[in-house]
């Protein structure tokens, strides 16, 4: 057994496995998820159990990445658009919780280092207790203190910010789906509706010829033929009152319907669709760089290219836009033609889920760099982003310009979601072995003041933003609440919220605030340390 124990990679995995187990466990919907591995790693690491070395780090990088990866797309968008009272709004919550944690420390007397580990448990951010430790290595302070005060605060920090969340509406009798159905339709929002062709300067053209020479903003993709809305082909002729099914966003759809006729109903038309009517395409190396113009889909393979997917991104194409690598085609034909279209552009079905691990080693490469920079503020010693904080800077800059050189900043979802979960794993098993080797001499000291103090870091900042955000800021209660999640790092908070409204507001808010959260967190933890 002994042999067994003193296997650092056996030890790695069981821990991995025992803490996802006890994660799963769920009591009233709420669970500890990945974090389980916390707490198993610090009981292995109370008996002297180990790791490999270096884990923490590697876990760190690829979690943070892959969180800016997540979000970059919308980031800088979102926060130029509204984000000026989610910005105030998270820099308000961030710095009470932060505030609070160093006014304690100094009334409760907890030594500024484990204070920075209460800050980021209570806050539940993973990647400030990264940032935290990484600055105390350097500065040789004792690493396994801050790994304690995150792992005794997180439990309520996750706790604490779902009860908020789910009670107050019902306490305060706020209905989150109240003007929900005032709320303006998106005008980006993609829709497929049904046009009655009525136009004369469309009537007897073929479908090839209308695409070529009509300035249509949104695609034609179906017509109805004997009760069939079936696929377009190159040589239907539009006849007075034909039906057919344009794609396109919102505003777009309601312009080109104008051009063509009138829409055949109020609604957005159902269509039953045949599913292989309808097919993703990766075009090949050869066929990229080139306009739907150049290709002419549907004059030269009969299929019409509906929606492009590129970095993550879905949008309607022009006869103007250009294909490029990676590019993935929703296309609609009959069975027939898509086969000889997916035959003749060399498709894989591969290469539709398949991960791009240059531009994953590239990205984190030129992350660990940036974090190694040191910023000098006045004339102190300065600080880093470290192994938190650079990977997350460069994340979202490549999330939101999709391409820098070779490395695209782009994951396929289920992939990324996979990397994401293991990184956080891989961490969290590195800082629990840390912070069990002085476990039970730590809690024993100043345990019950450490869960005091992580209480009221996680319960002020709540009630201060929802304050600051209703009276002075005038945010709506769903947009609120959205924000005060983004700005704890709470996923857990964010899915008690859409449980209860359908409105996007709260997801919206939370990818904004988000991002501004976790990286002022990641400074101001190591800031703690700094003054420890």
Excluded at 147 to 156: H, L, M, R
Excluded at 177 to 198: F, Q, Y
Excluded at 415 to 426: A, D, F, H, P, S
Aim: charged share 15%.
């Amino acid at each position: 057994m002994d042999t067994l124990l003193s296997n650092s990679t056996l030890v790695l995995f069981a821990i991995l496995f025992l803490g996802i187990a006890l994660g799963n466990i769920s009591i009233k919907g709420i669970s500890f998820g990945s974090s389980g591995v916390l707490f198993i790693a610090m009981i292995a690491g109370h008996y002297g159990l180990s790791v490999p070395d270096g884990i923490s780090a590697i876990g760190t990088a690829l979690f943070v990445y892959c969180v800016g990866l997540g979000v970059g797309n919308r980031f800088f968008s979102s926060l130029k658009s509204r984000g000026k009272n989610l910005l105030i709004l998270s820099l308000v919550i961030v710095l009470a919780g932060w505030l609070t944690a160093w006014g304690l420390c100094a009334l409760l007397g907890i030594d500024l280092s484990v204070g920075a580990g209460i800050f980021a448990g209570a806050c539940t951010s993973t990647p400030a207790l990264a940032a935290a430790l990484e600055s105390a290595k350097a500065t040789g302070l004792n690493e396994s203190v801050i790994n304690i005060g995150y792992g005794v605060a997180y439990p309520f920090g996750v706790i604490g910010i779902v009860l908020f969340v789910q009670l107050l509406p019902r306490i305060l009798h706020i209905d989150l789906n109240k003007g929900n159905s005032s709320e303006a339709a998106d005008p980006h929002a993609i829709i497929a509706r049904s046009v009655c062709c009525t136009n004369p300067e469309i009537l007897g053209k073929t479908a090839e010829d209308l695409t070529r020479t009509s300035p249509l903003s949104c695609r034609i993709t179906r017509i109805l033929r004997n009760g069939i809305m079936r696929p377009i082909l190159p040589a239907d002729v539009i006849n007075q009152d034909d039906e057919i099914l344009i794609v396109g966003e919102r505003e777009k759809v309601e312009h080109d319907a104008t051009l063509l006729g009138h829409f055949k109903s109020g609604e957005d038309t159902a269509i039953i669709r045949r599913d292989e009517d309808s097919k993703l395409i990766v075009l090949a190396e050869r066929m990229s760089n080139k306009t739907l113009r150049e290709l002419d889909t549907l004059g030269n393979y009969g299929i019409t290219i509906s929606r492009i997917t590129r970095l993550g991104n879905t949008f309607v194409p022009t006869a103007d836009t250009e294909i490029i690598r990676n590019d993935i085609l929703r296309v609609v034909g009959t069975t027939e033609a898509i086969d000889a279209f997916k035959k003749e552009c060399g498709h894989r079905s591969a290469a539709i889920n398949a991960a791009d691990v240059l531009s994953l080693t590239g990205g984190l490469v030129l992350g660990m760099l940036l974090g190694s920079v040191t910023f000098s503020i006045g004339g102190g010693k300065g600080f880093s982003l470290g192994m938190a904080g650079g990977p997350l800077v460069v994340a979202l800059i490549l999330g939101h310009f999709g391409k820098v050189g070779p490395i695209a900043g782009y994951m396929p979802r289920a992939t990324r979601v996979l990397v994401m979960e293991l990184g956080l794993m891989l961490f969290l098993a590195g800082a629990g072995i840390k912070g069990g080797e002085k476990l039970v001499e730590t809690i024993c000291g100043n345990g019950i003041s450490m869960l005091l103090a992580g209480i009221v870091i996680t319960v002020l900042p709540l009630f201060i933003g929802y304050y600051v955000a209703r009276r002075c800021l005038n945010m709506g209660v769903a947009e609120t609440l959205g924000c005060i999640c983004g700005s704890q790092t709470s996923t857990p908070a964010l899915g008690a919220i859409t449980s209860q409204t359908e409105s996007q507001e709260p997801v919206i808010a939370y990818s904004t605030a988000y991002p501004i959260a976790l990286i002022l967190m990641t400074v101001l933890a190591q800031i703690l340390v700094e003054m420890a």
